[in-house]
């Protein structure tokens, strides 16, 4: 008679979270935004559970200077609507990296997180600025940081 195993179901109170920093600068919108998903949902951890906040807080800087590839700088549309008549309001990429750079990797990042109470208490982790500085150093220095994509600009984590 085969034994029956037990489901792997921590508290919330074993599951630790640490803080990690992705530096945006060159990197490509998509490839960067699955990461930092991964990272939100917990799922490059050895103790990832699908149903409970298992994954860390991120800091994205240095938004403004995220790629995307091919001809979607041009051609690349933010669309939104009141749910009114004429309510559709269309922003253009190009328009919307210079104004809110915040915004492109949220979305992005909004986009490939689950659907449900679960994804929207997710992004509340997810921290995104513009430039280089961010306000978080303290909890940042409890953790270790963590670069999405390493090239050989960005120095190694301690």
Do not use: C
Not at 4 to 11: A, E, G, I
Not at 59 to 75: F, H, L, M, P, S
Not at 97 to 114: D, F, N, Y
Not at 128 to 157: D, T
């Amino acid at each position: 008679m085969p034994t029956k195993l037990k489901h792997y179901n921590p508290s919330q109170d074993s599951l630790k979270n640490t803080w990690r920093v992705f530096d945006a600068k060159g990197q490509v919108l998509g490839r960067m935004a699955s990461d930092i998903a991964m990272a939100l949902m917990g799922k490059d951890r050895p103790g990832y559970v699908h149903h409970m906040m298992s994954g860390d807080f991120v800091i994205v800087i240095n938004a403004a200077e995220i790629v995307v590839t091919g001809r979607k700088y041009d051609q690349k549309v933010y669309r939104r609507h009141s749910r009114y008549p004429g309510g559709l309001k269309e922003i253009p990429y190009s328009k919307l990296s210079s104004a809110m750079p915040e915004r492109i990797v949220e979305h992005a990042v909004k986009g490939m997180l689950p659907k449900n109470k679960l994804g929207r208490r997710l992004m509340t982790r997810l921290k995104v600025y513009p430039g280089p500085q961010h306000p978080h150093m303290a909890q940042v220095a409890g953790s270790h940081k963590v670069y999405a994509r390493r090239s050989e600009s960005m120095p190694e984590p301690k």
